[in-house]
């Protein structure tokens, strides 16, 4: 239960991040969970992000860049 509780949280929170942001024309990053990887691309695609990641020394974490997608035009 606490892994879903904590997956639940860091997604919210991102997703609360990107659709905060004013100007989209730069990308963003911060550390996630790898696991969460999948959800966190679905987020930035919902808005208007792709997606990239890197390996970081903490074990099970990446750091993930959204990037403005260029094909949506933001």
Known sequence: MTDLWTAGFEMGRLDQQLAAR???DQKVGL???????AEAA??????????HVHDVEEPDRVWAE?????????
């Open 66 to 74: 959204f990037w403005p997608d260029a094909a949506t035009g933001s």
């Open 22 to 24: 004013v100007l989209r």
């Open 42 to 51: 679905a987020i930035a695609r919902r808005h208007g992000y792709v997606l």
């Open 31 to 37: 550390t996630i969970r790898r696991v969460n990887r």
